[in-house]
């Protein structure tokens, strides 16, 4: 019976030179950066997939002042594979590069999918509160003063109507890249997404 450290080995043979260049080619990591990444996803994930729970376990080391759990189903549901409900190596890295390294759209189009609760290609009010929620909870007593969900439904009554243009109670990825271009601010934060994923 193979044990884990043979497994591991075998996995990081998986990716040879060739393999590493291909997988950089795809992203916008180098060979050394995707090797890096690579142990450490094999070092949390053994079998080299990745279930909910597993990644909100992960996600809640970042974040011990708050409950993550929510926002990591959020993040969670932007990168699994809807047939196994999993994430592989391959779609993290994907999703990571997109996020952390993209071009503005391919940010914001992340950005509305995890907003985008239900998939339909609008973001409602409502699912605009839950995913804010979850943010709040998740830096929990991390801010100054301590948020409350009043002050996610607030934040949300505040920006709302300015990203609804057509004000149809929906946002459309369109609105958002509009009312995204507008704000120097918001530009700004999509180049630290890295940090905030």
Known sequence: MEDETDEFNFHISRYRP??????????????????????GFKQECPTGMVD????????AQFFPLGDATNYAHYV??????????????????????????????EKLQWVFGLYDLNGDGLISKTEMVDVVTSIYEMLGRATQPAVEDTSAKDHVEKI??????????FVTIEELVQWCSRDENVLKSLETLDTVL
């Open 18 to 39: 060739e393999e590493l260049q291909k997988l950089a080619s795809k992203t916008k990591f180098t060979r050394k950066e995707i090797q890096l990444m690579y142990r």
């Open 52 to 59: 909910e729970e597993s990644f909100k376990h992960i996600f």
């Open 76 to 105: 969670f549901n932007t990168m699994k594979k809807k047939n196994t409900g999993t994430i592989s190596f391959e779609d993290f890295l994907s999703i990571l590069s997109k996020v952390s390294r993209g071009s503005v759209e």
């Open 160 to 169: 709302f109507h300015l990203i609804d243009k057509n004000k149809d109670g």
